[in-house]
């Protein structure tokens, strides 16, 4: 109670803008700090009232199938509300890699077997600000990620708007498994959110997101072919990224409340980076609530990329370029997800104490296809002639909530 | 330059503060409290699902070239 009761403290204006900027500068130089420091002014000028999130206990078991790898595991997010303006959360998630991609049938790479994700955050209410912050930490065997997240969320205008800002900053550790192979990697995000409410049926959002990467950007046995003299007609060499990467997406999606008790979801988003990849994506989705408790979700995902500047299937000699990519996730592509859920919401349970909360049973079906990577697992082919690769992929996800 | 840049964004930032912290005491919502019983379900929270939806973007994220602007900017029906 004596830490609900300090973080409960109104402190005065002065002093919550110098903490701020001060976190801010620590953590991400001046940039950031004005970026923060503003979001703040900007939002906390009219404070009323909102809301933290609720007080809940997340589960879920998340299962990734495709032909040949399964990674599957269970993840948990409690959050635990400290007062009336601060809430805590906790999250721990695994992911167990079993089988093997193409990409490690073709070189007889490793990979790791094993992922553990850890985060914690605060929330802290003042007036209609919530600001947060947030530490992630995720380890494997050959990469270990840390993360910090500040966020700033406003609302204005009567409620009707809502204005975030935010800021991240994570440092990568890239080694290779039986190797003293290390590399850093550090990433810098700049959020910029805007949640509309038009009418009262309809939300609009508007994201932008800056993303600026520098170090070792490639994956780390990852490796590319270009035509040899050998009997297949090719050989391997490792990747070789730009040490720098910047890139920017937007998105814009609504949700539209029916005549009827429904919902459509609409969802477009554009994305470009200094490695000339440009990326579209579209996705619907319809809520239908069935009976009084059950609801049911179907949802069409559609999202093409161009290739990387440095990006080829084969290249025509070794070293042919100073950057090299074979990565298919740098490739021109194109997959669809059809989706489905349902979920069955209940009230009160164990005397009270949950008050309420929703079991969830979602399917995903992913389909990806490629246009310019092919297939090195099929043989009799003259290198460079192998048909195209493609593959899907099963997404199951049971999601279980507990508000208390 | 980066002074500059930096001086810029800041007077941005201060500047887009003012304006509305000088304009939005004028506007009324135009939607009423008493109408926000449909932006008040579920069906339209965007975050519905947690960290189920978290899970989908990391796993698109490891599968596709872009990244960013996956949506959890919050806000909402302004129910409360």
């Given at each position: 109670m004596q830490l609900a009761s300090f973080f409960s403290l109104q402190l005065p204006a002065k002093a919550r803008f110098f903490l701020l900027f001060s976190v801010s500068y620590l953590i991400g130089g001046w940039v950031t700090s004005v970026w923060m420091t503003g979001s703040w002014i900007t939002g906390s000028w009219h404070s009323v009232a909102a809301v933290l999130p609720e007080q809940s206990i997340d589960l879920l078991y998340h299962r990734y199938d495709q032909d040949g790898q399964l990674i599957d595991g269970p993840a948990i997010l409690i959050r635990k509300n400290l007062g009336n303006t601060v809430s805590v959360s906790g999250e721990y998630l695994v992911d167990t890699v079993s089988g093997a991609s193409i990409d490690v049938i073709a070189t007889a790479s490793e990979y790791t077997e094993e992922r553990t994700e850890t985060s914690v955050g605060i929330d802290y209410l003042v007036g209609k600000s919530i600001l947060s912050f947030a530490y992630v930490n995720s380890t494997e065997n050959d990469f270990d990620a840390e993360s910090i997240h500040l966020n700033v969320s406003q609302d204005l205008f009567g409620d009707l708007t809502t204005l975030t800002m935010g800021y991240s900053q994570a440092w990568d550790t890239i080694g290779r498994v039986n190797d003293d192979f290390e590399e850093e990697a550090d990433r810098r995000h700049f959020r910029l959110g805007l949640s509309q409410v038009i009418t009262k049926n309809m939300l609009v959002n508007l994201d932008v997101e800056t993303i600026t990467d520098e170090g070792f950007l490639n994956n780390a046995y990852r490796q590319v072919r270009f035509v040899s003299d050998s009997a297949r007609g090719y050989d391997y060499q490792f990747e070789r990224y730009p040490h720098t990467r910047t890139s920017n997406a937007f998105s814009l999606r609504s949700l539209y409340y029916l005549p009827y008790r429904a919902s459509i979801k609409g969802e477009y988003r554009f994305f470009s980076d200094t490695w000339g990849i440009q990326a579209n994506q579209f996705e619907i989705a319809y809520l239908h609530p069935l009976f009084e408790h059950w609801l049911m979700e179907f949802r069409y995902r559609h999202y093409s990329q161009?290739?990387?500047?440095?990006?080829?299937?084969?290249?025509?000699?070794?070293?042919?370029?100073?950057?090299?990519?074979?990565?298919?996730?740098?490739?021109?592509?194109k997959n669809q997800t059809f989706g489905f859920g349902i979920g069955y919401e209940f009230n009160s349970l164990l005397d009270g104490y949950i008050e309420k909360g929703s079991v969830n049973l979602l399917l995903d079906y992913i389909d990806f296809t490629y246009d310019d990577f092919r297939d090195?697992?099929?043989?009799?082919?003259?290198?460079?002639?192998?048909p195209l690769y493609s593959f899907d992929a099963w997404v199951t996800r049971l999601f279980v909530r507990f508000e208390y | 330059m980066m002074i500059k840049t930096n001086v810029l964004l800041m007077k941005c930032v201060l500047l887009g503060s003012?304006?509305?912290?000088?304009?939005?005491?004028?506007?009324?919502?135009?939607?009423?409290?008493?109408e926000r019983d449909s932006l008040a379900d579920p069906i339209m929270n965007f975050g519905r699902l947690g960290i189920a939806n978290s899970y989908m973007h990391h796993m698109y994220q490891s599968r596709e070239g872009a990244r960013g602007a996956e949506g959890g900017s919050g806000g909402g029906c302004g129910c409360n």
């Open positions: 161009s290739k990387a500047d440095f990006y080829q299937d084969l290249f025509p000699f070794e070293n042919a370029q100073n950057f090299l990519a074979r990565d298919k996730e740098l490739s021109t592509y090195v697992t099929r043989e009799g082919f003259v290198a460079g002639q192998e | 003012l304006l509305l912290s000088g304009g939005c005491a004028e506007i009324k919502p135009w939607v009423k409290p008493y």
